[in-house]
């Protein structure tokens, strides 16, 4: 079983950055995908940002150039999302998830298995 647990949600004015972290205990028994999803209440979940083994990332057009998983973290049991530059549109509840690669890692929520809590990322204008 896989447990996540989300940190370093906070609530930052616009221009802003934060480092989320999430901490996975029992890793998967195969190869996986981590991700970062967002979800304000009453909208849909969005993908963020997802790393896959080999470093490959990919990432939501609205955070590119902003948001980085360092690469380093691939296969860490501890994963990160740096957002840099925030803007009060990416005030939501941030998840990081875990779901099993089967050759490429997608941004959509059904392909991933295991889900930690959420943290919330607040920025103000």
């Known amino acids: 079983q896989v447990q996540l647990v989300e940190s370093g949600g906070d609530s930052v004015q616009a221009g802003g950055s934060l480092r989320l972290s999430c901490a996975a205990s029992?890793?998967?028994?195969?190869?996986?995908?981590m991700a970062w999803f967002r979800q304000v209440e009453g909208k849909e979940r969005e993908g963020v940002a997802t790393?896959?083994?080999?470093?490959?990332?990919?990432y939501a057009d609205s955070v590119k150039g902003r948001f980085i998983i360092p690469k380093d973290s691939a296969k860490s049991t501890v994963q990160y999302l740096q957002m840099n530059d925030l803007k009060p549109e990416d005030t939501s509840m941030y998840y990081c998830?875990?779901?099993?690669?089967?050759?490429?890692?997608?941004?959509?929520?059904?392909?991933?298995?295991?889900w930690g809590t959420g943290t919330q990322v607040t920025v103000t204008a």
């Open positions: 029992g890793s998967p028994a195969r190869d996986f995908c």
């Open positions: 790393i896959a083994g080999d470093g490959t990332t990919q």
């Open positions: 998830a875990i779901g099993y690669f089967v050759g490429v890692c997608r941004l959509l929520s059904e392909e991933y298995n295991y």
